[in-house]
């Protein structure tokens, strides 16, 4: 029985074969006399805060050490997956804490979309989820668009205390942990890691003045999170990398779009009239009748309909059907995770199709 090592800056026990896993060091490293993981190495020499993931108790455990403290927190939320990046316990565990929420990959979205009604709406979300945000900023970690307009709201909010921040993983809260850096501090090697009671995980310590510091969490697996349901490489396929551009599908009643073969929009009723397509500029739309479209998945997917790749379509859960009747025009149905189509007339009839578990939801059109 080999004896185990542990990591000097983060305490998690160090392992040699997965490089995405936590606690990987390579090889090499373990002849030296104090052992450092990889993420640990990063953070020290080059200040980057890499993702990791962490188990529900976890969270749980780091959920309620921050639920004992003061100060304020920082909810990010990817703003293609609003409702999959949701953390649902969250507001259990805020008491009386301030929560700004900031929701990222503002520069994905289409020029079209007016940025206060996305606010308005992110708002109007979280009332509904059970949380009131004592504001709501947009920005994009990756481009540094609102970094600036949200560094000065924590300022204001936080009244001295410290700052937590969380996320999901995917949603791009290291990127905007390490601009957060890079914009304000100026210096090397500010991060410090601490350990968060209870979790093997530790908590990354940036201090912000002499009494407080800014905390990131690690980022939390939600299960509704479509990126579960790919590999690494199909991630990129979903994800928007630039601005989407929106695609318009004039489609007859009783025909189908199938988005990869991660989801489908069936126009039921309604008459012939236009549908447009916010997805990332990547995904393969196929457009199909809906008489075949069962036969057409089982037959194609993974292959013709992809992604789910060939290699995972076999694992890959059903499609569960949504039925919406869309009363008033200008409606968005929501793919969680992927994206959004756009219904224009009043009265028309749809379903929507995902794995068991992703969202869909229905909201006035942002556009």
């Known amino acids: 029985m080999e004896e185990s090592i542990a990591c000097i800056g983060c305490g998690v026990t160090i392992q040699t074969e997965d490089k995405e896993g936590i606690g990987y060091a390579p090889t090499s490293s373990l002849e030296k006399e104090s052992v450092i993981c990889q993420r640990c190495f990063r953070l020290k020499h080059y200040n980057e805060v890499q993702d990791v993931s962490l188990t529900d ?8 050490g921050i639920g004992q403290t003061e100060g304020l927190i920082v909810k990010i939320v990817d703003i293609f997956d609003f409702n999959g ?6 507001h259990r565990f805020v008491g009386k804490k301030n929560i700004l929420l900031v929701g990222n990959k503002v520069d994905l979205l289409p020029k079209s979309v007016k940025p206060k009604k996305l606010i308005n ?3 109007q979300s979280s009332k509904e989820l059970g949380l009131n945000p004592v504001d709501v900023f947009l920005i994009s970690a990756h481009k540094g668009i609102g970094i600036t307009e949200v560094a000065e709201a924590i300022e204001q909010y936080r009244e001295g205390k410290d700052v937590y921040v969380v996320g999901c993983t995917n949603v791009g809260k290291s990127t905007f942990i390490n601009r957060l850096i890079k914009d304000f501090s100026g210096e090397d090697d500010v991060i410090t890691t601490s350990h968060f009671p209870g979790t093997t995980l530790d908590m990354i310590d940036i201090p912000l003045d002499d009494d407080a510091a800014l905390f990131d969490t690690p980022g939390i697996i939600n ?6 349901y790919v590999n690494k490489k199909e991630l990129k396929v979903i994800t928007p990398k630039k601005e989407i551009k929106p695609k318009v599908f004039q489609l007859n009643e009783k025909q189908t779009l199938f988005f990869g073969g991660l ?5 039921v ?6 549908f447009v397509c916010y997805l990332s500029n990547e995904l393969n739309i196929h457009r199909t009748k809906l008489e075949n479209t069962d036969e057409l998945y089982q037959k194609q997917k993974g292959d013709l309909l992809q992604p789910p790749g060939p290699k995972d379509a076999s694992d890959f859960p059903d499609l569960v059907a949504h039925e919406f009747t869309i009363k008033e025009g200008k409606t968005d149905i929501v793919f969680s995770g992927l994206g959004w189509v756009t219904v224009n007339e009043p009265n028309v009839k ?3 199709h995902v794995p068991k578990g992703v969202g869909v939801l229905v909201r006035p059109s942002l556009i």
């Open 121 to 123: 709406w992110m708002k």
């Open 85 to 90: 990046s949701w953390l649902p316990g969250l």
């Open 350 to 352: 749809v379903v929507a």
């Open 223 to 228: 299960h509704h999170q479509m990126a579960h």
């Open 269 to 274: 009723s309604g008459g012939r009239q236009s």
């Open 263 to 267: 989801a489908r929009f069936d126009f």
């Open 57 to 64: 108790d976890d969270f749980l455990k780091i959920l309620n």
